[in-house]
Structures are given as C-alpha cells and as structure tokens.
C-alpha cells in the first residue's frame, strides 16, 4: 500500500498527471486509485489494494484513514463534520486504536499523519513549486541516479548495531523529508508544507496495577481491530511473553487461529518448550512448526535484488525466511499476521531508567539502585559517577564521534547511563567513512537537537519502539506481496502510550521479569505460561547460517563489492571475518548492517537498470 498526497491547488493538478499516468515498466499503472477534494482537484492517488480504508465526507470537507482503525465510517463524519480547521482533529487521533494513516482536507488546507512508532510514515518533498507527501521516500525521488544519494548517512547506517536517532530516520535521499516524530504534515492552501507537534510522549505517572489494566485493553483493541472481518489470523507463537500475549487475545477474537514458530537450531532452545505448554491451552488453534531443512536460513538469497529499495533493510538476515513464512500462512488460509515484535522494546527494564529515579525519587531510587548493583555487580564509583553525568543529547552525539572505533566491550562493573549505547563502526570501515560519520554527529549534536523524551530511558525506548515499528512497516511491504498483511499491535500509538505512562520506579526491578506486561496479561494468560522469567538468545542460529552461507556471503563482500566501490568498506577485511568467525556473537552483529547496505545498493543498481529499460 502506497499512496501520495496532493494540496488542494491549481499547481497540484500537473504533478498528479506525473503520479498516476505513468506506467512502470510492466505496462501497469503503478497508482491506479484517485481521491478527489471537495474542489474537484486530486487529493490521494495511490494503490491500496486490500488495505481497510475508512472515508467520510461532510459537505466539501473530508478525510480518510488506511490501516486497521477502531473507528467507523459514521464516527468519523460526525468528526470531519465538527471541525473547522485539519489541527480540530488532534482528539479524534487520540482516541482510536489501531495503525493507520490519517488524511485530511478541510477548508483548503491538508492533514497528513502517520504513527508514533514509524509503523506508518509520511514522507515529503517540493515538486512542480507544491509539496507532495507520500507513504515512502522513492516515489518522491526523481531518475536514482548517485546524486540522489547521501553517502554520507549511508556510511551512518553502517553503525552497529543500529545507528542512533535521528540519523535511523532521515532518508537516504536528497530532497526527501520525513515527518517528526509526534508531527502531522499540514499543507496549506499556497501548496506550502509544514510540520505541526500533535502528540508528546506521557508523563510516567500511573502506579502498577492501573498502567497495567490501559495496557491490557489497549492490546485488547490493537488485536480486535485486526480481527473484525477476518475469519482466520494468524500469529508468531515463538514462546516469549510477547507472542504468547498475542496470541491468546487473538484466540478470543476470532473463529479461526493459527500459530508458527521456527524449529530451533539449538535442540535446549527454552522458547520451544514454552511454546509447547501455551499451545496445550489453544487447543481449537492450528500450530504450524516451520521445519529446518524446508525453509531458508538465516542471510539466504542477500544478492538477490529487492524491489524495495527505500533503505538498507535492518532484517536483512531473515527476508527470505518472512517470505517464506508469509507464504505458509497464506496457505493455510491467513491474510493477517501479528507479530509480538515491540514487546521487548515497551516493556524491558532499562537501567537509564535509574538516572531518571536518581533526580525525581531519591530515596526510592537507592532500592533499586542497590537491586541493579547486586545482580549486574557494578562497582559503586563508576556506577555513582554514570548517574551524576548529565550532559545534553546534543553533547552525547558529539562525544560519540569520538569513540566510534573503540573496541566493543562487556558492560562488567562500570554501567553506561548515557543517551544511547555505544555505537561502533565496523572494523572493515574505512578511514573515509569513519570521517564521514564523526563529521555527521559532530554536526548534529552542535545543533542542539531534542531528544525524544526529557528522561533518557523514555527517549531510548521510543527510540527502540520507531526503529521496530519503521523496520515492520517494510516487512509489511515484504509479506504483502505474497497477500499477507504483517501487524504488530505491540507498537500501536495506544499501547505505546498505555506503556509509556507507568511510573519508571514500578517498571526497573531487575528481579521483575516485564512486570507491565506480567501484570497486564493476568486473567488472560494461564499462570503457567504467564510466570516466564527469561529470554532465548539466538547466536547458534547466527554462526550455524553463516557457515551454511558462506560462500554466497564470500561472493557479496568480492571484488565488485559496492559498498567498496564507494571507498566505505575494506571488502577483504569483510571476508577476513567469513573465513575464520570470532568467539564472540558481539562481533558478528556489524555483518547485518553491512550486508543491509550492500544489498541495499544491489537493489538501487537493479532498479536504475529497469528504469533505464534493461531487464526486469
């Protein structure tokens, strides 16, 4: 599902000529649906086949929403029928549940916004003198030729194991924007763009019990949305806590459920007993175990051209094996999926969350303070000195520039209480691309930008949460075409600000196993499977693919390597770490980030050719 978004001017009529008139190399039209304004002018061109869509039209003004949306088509024009300007919609956005985007025309002037948790993203540009906004950057850019690129932020994305908000968000592409966090685009009635603040993360204010009950009928909603109409879902039953939530919700919301989850590479894997007792209490469900030897593994089929080609994708490892679950779940009757991806990122404890209780509860915070130090045994001078430091955001970034080639090491007894983790630079970067990226940090931490959230645990779990929800928008766009939607009801902007809005001092006991979550899911998860405490690691499934992979990796990092080309990457020091793996899992995650680029530029290189009229 793509679409653009036009204001409602003279000017926009040509560019939707351009938009929609054009067929791609197949001979199809690539945006064959249109939305008028009142007006008459175009609004919406795009194709969302099989995306649930809501409009409602109320005299000359209207507004649409795509995506699953607990709300109907009447409600919503009783909404559009009481508003008098695009910002009159900020309480209509609050209260419905789901993933959507929401646009608007009003009174001549456009509203188009996307989630919280970047699981929908608007995106933005200047064209033929009005701004044009749309679901994804490419379709902004013009010919894909190098000077689109910023190969600045494309060594950024090199950072392992992600690279830091803001840089994650910004677009590969010159000329194309995105749309703040918390921002709606409004178009005015000159064609002019501007972003407008709508939503702020929530105070920390809500004890246990009550945070946890918002929690619960938020999923609530999140999964029935996804359910109505539906005869069959499916849904991941891997045997976290995240998944296994998910999947009760699901069983209590629609006449048919099916759950999958991977046969583990390591025979001891925890995840497939626990996955085993919660399929005993979902006797009615399908289970499908996805055998070994008949899917693909971990970075299979890393050459093959993506038509996708918005960014390095961050789950590069496992593209084919989401298809081939798609696949399988599409056969046995699924057009929906959820995934219990997001629930990590909401509700594990995080210890920058002691540098907030360090400052606001003083006395409480020496609990649990005493509780971290025992379990993760930091020494007490490094641990008190963390908590003392209190530079900017901005400053973080500048400082990390200078340590993005410092070797990785275990947390041990000295604790980071900083904005972020520390993020390294692959050893195989070049000295041009580590100059690029400290040249970019360096930058950006001088221009004083905001964080996400005051507290630095909130801004590093909304950090987390945009990254997984962004990263699931292009699965989506992956499953979709084998006709399965992907959802994950864990980043929705309610859950989120259910999750959000528990006091930080009842959610960091290391000794509590997500208790958001625990406490949440009581009464609906059987106590057996709601006591689980731990969580499954998967570097046996790493080391096993890549040394079934091997060769084809060898192949990716040889001498016409891209990322080489373009003097990022020693491509010999890449295959250095092939040929002979290191002790250590840490050291294998910069590989991931290096094959998304490297993919990545296969895929733009394929896409120039069909532009160009080579072969499909």
Known sequence: MDFFVLPDTPGATAVFGELARTPDRTGRTPFPNALPHGSGRPWIVGDWAGETVVEAVAGNDRVALFGPASVSAGQLREAVGRARSVRDLDALCARVSGSFHLVASIAGEVRVQGTVSAARRVFHTRRAGVTVAATAPTPLVGDLDDTDLDEELLACRLLAPWPPWPFSERPLWRGVETVPVGCFLELDRSGRGRHVRWWRPPKPHLPLEEGAARVREALREAVAVRARGAATISADLSGGMDSTSLCFLAADAVDRLVTTRWEAVNPTDEDQVWAGLAADHLPDARHLVLPRETAPSWFADLAEPDPDIEGPFAWIRTRSRLTHMARQVAAAGSADHLTGHGGDELFMSSPLDLHTLARTRRAGAIRHLRAHRAMYRWRLVPTVRGLLENGSFGSWLVSSAGTLTDPVRETGGSPSFSWGIGYRLPPWATPDAVAAVRRLLRRTGAAGPEPLAPQRGRHATLQDVRLCGDTLRR??????????????????????????????????????????????????????????????????????????????????????????????????????????????????????????????????????????????
């Open 475 to 616: 699965v989506d766009r992956l499953t979709s075409r084998s006709g399965v939607r992907w959802h994950a009801p864990f980043v929705d902007d309610r859950v989120v600000e259910a999750a959000l809005a528990i006091r930080i001092e009842d959610t960091t006991m290391p000794d509590r196993y997500k208790p958001a979550l625990t406490t949440a899911m009581r009464g609906v998860l059987p106590d057996a499977v709601r006591g689980r405490a731990t969580k499954a690691e998967y570097s046996a499934e790493a080391y096993d693919s890549l040394r079934r992979r091997r060769a084809e990796l060898l192949e990716l990092c040889g001498a016409d390597m891209r990322l080489a080309r373009l003097g990022l990457v020693d491509a010999a020091r890449v295959r250095s770490v092939l040929e002979a793996l290191p002790p250590s899992s840490l050291a294998l995650t910069p590989l991931i980030s290096t094959f998304a680029c490297e993919t990545w530029l296969r895929s733009v290189e394929a896409a120039r050719s069909v532009a160009a009229g080579g072969p499909l």
